[in-house]
């Protein structure tokens, strides 16, 4: 059984910051990060924060220079560093993660989803 559980979302006011961590946990024999994503109402889930293939980071523009997309694999967790929210912001966020399980065996996995409201 594997597991994915974010924390750390919440209310913040704008110009504020939050900090996301998406742990994973159970019978993993490897943790890659794919990305966050986050989904409005009425939106379309859009890419936030990503790890590309070689081990680089990559955000779209709305997120350049304020969000910073960061992993610790001695803790199978991912974070999501978010600096000088904005209103828009705001929207249902999720943990992308690609698990090794073992026996030649990965998953995909979706964190449950967090909710983060930029208001003052």
């Known amino acids: 059984q594997v597991q994915l559980v974010e924390s750390g979302g919440g209310l913040v006011q704008p110009g504020g910051s939050l900090r996301l961590s998406c742990a994973a946990s159970?019978?993993?024999?490897?943790?890659?990060?794919v990305g966050w994503y986050r989904q409005a109402p009425g939106k379309q889930r859009e890419l936030v924060a990503g790890?590309?293939?070689?081990?680089?980071?990559n955000y779209p523009d709305s997120a350049k220079g304020r969000f910073t997309i960061s992993r610790d694999n001695a803790k199978n967790t991912v974070y999501l560093q978010m600096n000088s929210l904005k209103p828009e912001d705001t929207a249902v966020y999720y943990c992308n993660i690609v698990l090794n399980r073992g026996y030649g065996s990965t998953s995909t996995e979706w964190g449950q989803g967090i909710q983060v409201t930029v208001s003052s």
């Open positions: 790890f590309t293939t070689g081990g680089n980071t």
């Open positions: 159970g019978s993993i024999y490897g943790f890659n990060p």
